[in-house]
T-cell receptor
Framework: EPEVTQTPSHQVTQMGQEVILRCVPI?????FYWYRQILGQKVEFLVS????????KSEIFDDQFSVERPDGSNFTLKIRSTKLEDSAMYFC?????????????FGNGTRLTVT | GDSVTQMEGPVTLSEEAFLTINCTYT??????LFWYVQYPGEGLQLLLK?????DKGSNKGFEATYRKETTSFHLEKGSVQVSDSAVYFC?????????FGSGTRLQVQP
């Protein structure tokens, strides 16, 4: 079964550094998402992306965050200047359609540790 | 806005016990409802879904029925196994992106 793949599985960075988290969505999916899960807490929506633009974002997704689909397969999340509170598991997801009938398929996540 | 409330964990059961994890939701319109499972060290996997009232989603012995009148989508399994130990997330999807509950950790003891 096709799956969403994320790299790296674990990223350690110093506060203030830029990080890029990478994702390869399922190939025939058109809608892409980033979520995060701070340790022991709820899975939170960050952003959704379709047709090369952001379709929705949460209040968490401030100017420090950006997303990009640089080529036909990758979908990236960039954090410009990391803060300690950005430490979390970041999940990429994709779906065939935006509607409720189309479930999101998630990758295994990238654990980001900011020191 | 949309929200999902799950029972707090951890839920600790013996093998072959009956499982219920409660989930209620608040949403405008007619959302689709999902259960996702997160095994230790892994990502989120779709367990089952229901897209309209009275639908029953089922997979791997787990079931959940979309109850519009009680705005609930409780997860049940008749006989749990040690391998079911994981965190279970109830979620809804309306117009906006997927909204998750806080997760319920299930621990099944042999």
């Amino acid at each position: 079964e096709p799956e969403v793949t994320q790299t790296p599985s674990h990223q350690v960075t110093q506060m203030g550094q830029e990080v890029i988290l990478r994702c390869v969505p399922i190939s025939n999916h058109l809608y892409f998402y980033w979520y995060r899960q701070i340790l022991g807490q709820k899975v939170e929506f960050l952003v959704s992306f379709y047709n090369n633009e952001i379709s929705e974002k949460s209040e968490i997704f401030d100017d420090q965050f950006s997303v990009e689909r640089p080529d036909g397969s990758n979908f990236t999340l960039k954090i410009r200047s990391t803060k300690l509170e950005d430490s979390a598991m970041y999940f990429c997801a994709s779906s065939e359609a935006p509607s409720g009938n189309s479930p999101l398929h998630f990758g295994n996540g990238t654990r980001l540790t900011v020191t | 806005g949309d929200s999902v409330t799950q029972m707090e964990g951890p839920v600790t059961l013996s093998e072959e016990a009956f499982l219920t994890i409660n989930c209620t939701y608040t949403a405008t319109g007619y959302p689709s409802l999902f259960w996702y499972v997160q095994y230790p060290g892994e990502g989120l996997q779709l367990l089952l879904k229901a897209t309209k009232a009275d639908d029953k989603g089922s997979n791997k012995g787990f079931e959940a029925t979309y109850r519009k009148e009680t705005t609930s989508f409780h997860l049940e399994k008749g006989s749990v196994q040690v391998s079911d130990s994981a965190v279970y997330f109830c979620a809804l999807r309306g117009r906006r992106a997927l909204t998750f509950g806080s997760g319920t950790r299930l621990q099944v003891q042999p």
